[in-house]
């Protein structure tokens, strides 16, 4: 098993695959920390990133309740909220690198399902903008 950068080395006797990922606004890339290593830009042109979890609990009533939540709302790894993450959601936005005519007043649906407006002004401006999300099971649902 390796991280989001190939690491650790074969050599290492570190046990734990660890990937953390930070996006960053300013330069609007996606960047990637793992094992405790420098983190590398491993995707540009990002103009939105979210990460959300699918959590099922069981209800007062004994139904199952199965929402959608923020890593604020899970909270801590100690926290107990972890063991009924079933599921994480990733939303990205990108967009292109050449500069087309969009029409005025064109919109896109960003992460958080909202229309929007394509940006007018700065790096991202007269560029088409695309929505990609996917939704990665990491255990059985009970």
Excluded at 56 to 61: E, L, V
Excluded at 104 to 130: E, I, W
């Amino acid at each position: 098993m390796r991280n989001c950068l190939g690491g650790p080395k074969d050599d290492s006797t570190d046990q734990i695959v660890k990937s953390v990922f930070t996006f960053t606004r300013g330069d609007s890339t996606l960047r990637c920390n793992g094992n405790d290593t420098t983190d590398q830009p491993i995707l540009q042109n990002v103009a939105d990133f979210q990460v959300r979890y699918l959590q099922q609990s069981d209800g007062a009533t004994g139904d199952t309740k199965i929402q959608y939540v923020t890593g604020d709302t899970v909270g801590e790894a100690d926290s107990g909220n972890w063991s009924k993450v079933q599921a994480v959601e990733i939303c990205m936005v990108l967009y292109g690198d050449e500069v087309i005519d969009i029409p005025a007043g064109s919109q896109y649906t960003d992460c958080s399902d909202q229309k929007v407006n394509f940006p007018t002004s700065g790096v991202a401006a007269r560029r088409m903008h695309l929505t990609f999300r996917n939704v990665f099971q990491l255990r059985s649902q009970g």
